[in-house]
């Protein structure tokens, strides 16, 4: 696990209301949630059948011609 380097802000009473961290620091937390979540549906979908190579082409392309997104 990494350092997360973060300051407090405050508010007028000195009360901290939110957290400061570095970008780089972010985008490493944001990679880390999304990997997580990619396991988490690969587990939720292990031992189903995959889709074949034409049958995933034809699925795309019924999302794409209905407007779906992601």
């Known amino acids: 696990m990494f350092k997360i380097n973060k300051s407090y802000v405050c508010d007028e009473n000195n009360k901290p209301f ?6 780089t620091e972010f985008e490493q937390l944001e990679e880390i949630l ?6 988490k549906l690969m ?4 031992g189903e ?3 074949s190579k034409e049958e995933a082409f034809n699925y795309l392309q019924f999302l794409k011609n209905n407007n779906v997104e992601n």
Do not use: D, S
């Not at 939110?18 to 970008?23: E, G, H, S, T």
């Not at 999304?34 to 396991?39: C, D, R, S």
């Open 49 to 51: 059948e995959n889709l």
């Open 18 to 23: 939110a957290v400061q961290i570095p970008l």
């Open 43 to 46: 587990a939720e979908v292990e």
């Open 34 to 39: 999304e990997n997580y979540g990619l396991v």
